[in-house]
């Protein structure tokens, strides 16, 4: 497709879905929230890691025990500073993610249990993300008496010679008994992430990925492509100047791979990477649409604005020591561009239901957006109910597809500006 017919393409469909041309801005101002929210999740960002992928394109830094604990104070402060705003609020769920929360276990017990004394309407589910080889059985032990329910574990691939070209120092076995371990825990949901188009994976190898997770017997697999983002060590290396995808014929044929072999040992698809046993409840980061985020470079998303704090620890744990909020960029939210924020997740779950978009903006979805899925099941690439909609198999790739031109180049703008510069006074998108 010509370049100019495409950036004209987008434009027309972000203009559709949030009813404005121009590009979007985010600025160092402090936002001044007030919409009335009936329910909030919370999500909390553990940067540090033992180890740091090349790939990896989320914030984190290397472990050091005198900075862990400063960050556990400076959180504590920043939960302090929200405690008023938030007590009594009907809570819904906590993830954890970063970085590798249990690199420093002893400060994310205190916080998980500071956040429970603080909020005392958290009751719902606490969900974390893992790394296979910071998973004893003391340590699983220890988050599910802390009140964890649901896991994710980072295996990647259970393929010793994938992880090696991936710069990863794990070993095939460790990860697979950490998986085993997890299940005898008793969590109710243990999710594991696998990644596809490696570098020189063949699909045998993919397959075998699949059917290894299926006979550990985890509740939910979700795999995902390797994108190789500009700031990353990997995006360096590569030299590359933009997000790059691999080929999409690819991408389709491993994802049918993964499909068919999920869907032949029971599992149904979730979302557009990911597939459950039914009877379990689905380990996911996008289900909370209303949330504060705590640590550096969390964001939080409260309906008429969304911010991000600061990505650099150093940076977030002087600020708050300072009794200052750690936001380094806010961008105001109206009620159309929170509707095309809802509406984007929404579809990246695989189903919109239209009851709770009526609930949320008090408007009927088939006004807003009811032309949009009537071309979708025109095509074969969405169907519906009395209450929802729901993307085919046939439309998950190529819906997500079309999201991804405008998710991954924005992630790349505001990611790639805050791993280098703490406070950056505007980004444009």
């Known amino acids: 497709m010509n370049i100019y017919v495409k950036k004209f393409l987008k434009r027309l469909l972000k203009y559709r879905l949030t009813g404005q041309f121009k590009s979007f801005k985010l600025t160092n101002t402090i936002p001044n929230p007030n919409k009335t929210i009936n329910r909030i999740g919370l999500y909390l960002h553990i940067p540090f890691c033992k180890n740091l992928c090349p790939y990896c394109p989320y914030n984190k830094i290397e472990f050091d025990e005198a900075k862990a604990r400063r960050y556990e104070k400076a959180v504590f402060k920043e939960i302090d500073m929200f405690e008023e705003r938030l007590k009594d609020k009907p809570m819904g ?49 220890q988050l599910k008496n802390a009140g964890v329910t649901m896991i994710s574990i980072g295996v990647e691939s259970f393929n010793d010679r994938l992880n090696q070209k991936l710069g990863r120092k794990m070993e095939g076995k460790i990860i697979y008994d950490s998986v085993v371990r997890a299940m005898t825990i008793g969590f109710d949901s243990v999710n594991v992430d696998l990644m596809f188009v490696l570098p020189t994976q063949t699909f045998e190898e993919l397959r075998k990925d699949v059917r290894t997770a299926v006979e550990c017997g985890v509740h939910q697999i ?5 994108f190789a983002f500009p700031y990353t060590e ?22 049918a791979i993964i499909e068919q072999e999920c869907l032949n040992n029971g599992y149904v698809r979730c979302a557009v990477w990911s597939f459950i046993k039914k009877e379990y409840k689905k380990f996911s980061s996008v289900s909370r649409h209303y949330y504060k985020g705590f640590g550096a470079s969390s964001g939080s998303m409260l309906g008429d604005s969304f911010y991000v704090n600061t990505f650099n620890v150093d940076e977030y744990c002087k600020t708050l020591e300072n009794n200052k909020e750690p936001i380094a960029l806010s961008m105001p939210f109206n009620t159309r561009q929170e509707m095309a924020y809802w509406l984007y997740w929404r579809i990246y779950e695989m189903y919109i239901n239209r009851d709770e978009f009526s609930s949320l903006f008090n408007k009927d979805f088939n006004k807003i957006y009811g032309d949009i899925f009537s071309f979708l099941k025109l095509i074969g690439f969405a169907t519906e109910d009395k209450e929802k909609i729901f993307i085919t198999g046939k439309g998950s790739y190529w819906v997500h597809r079309v999201q991804n031109e405008f998710s991954l180049s924005n992630i790349q703008k505001i990611w790639g500006t805050c791993i280098f510069n703490p406070w950056p006074k505007e980004i444009r998108f």
Do not use: H, W
């Open 93 to 141: 769920s906590l993830y954890i993610g970063g970085g590798t929360p249990t690199t420093m276990l002893r400060g994310l017990l205190n916080i998980i249990d500071y956040l429970k004394r603080k909020f005392n309407t958290l009751r719902n589910d606490i969900c974390i993300e893992l790394a296979p080889n910071d998973m004893s059985q003391e340590v699983l032990e």
């Open 222 to 226: 979700s795999a995902y492509p390797l």
């Open 234 to 255: 990997l995006g360096k290396e590569m030299k590359i100047q933009n997000v790059t995808r691999p080929p999409g014929r690819v991408i389709r044929r491993m994802l």
